[in-house]
């Protein structure tokens, strides 16, 4: 029996843009296909994935940072 929540974290952190872009175009291919939960986590911009169906987009306020000086 597959898991029901599959997570992938940082996954285009290391590939420039463009590549960024085909890699998240596969795994949405992949998820929309898939019987489990996919969860996908990056501090890059999604700008180039659509919302569709299926697909919840969660953004999480940019942190505060205490420049120490």
Known sequence: MPSPI???DEFGV???EVNRSEAM???MEAALQSESQLVFITPLTL???LE???VKFMRLPDPV?????
């Not at 940072?65 to 000086?69: E, F, G, L, M, P």
Request: net charge positive; with cysteine.
């Open 6 to 8: 599959r997570c992938l």
């Open 14 to 16: 290391y590939r420039d």
């Open 25 to 27: 175009k596969l795994l």
């Open 47 to 49: 700008r180039y994935v």
């Open 52 to 54: 569709q169906k299926g």
């Open 65 to 69: 940072r205490n420049n120490a000086q």
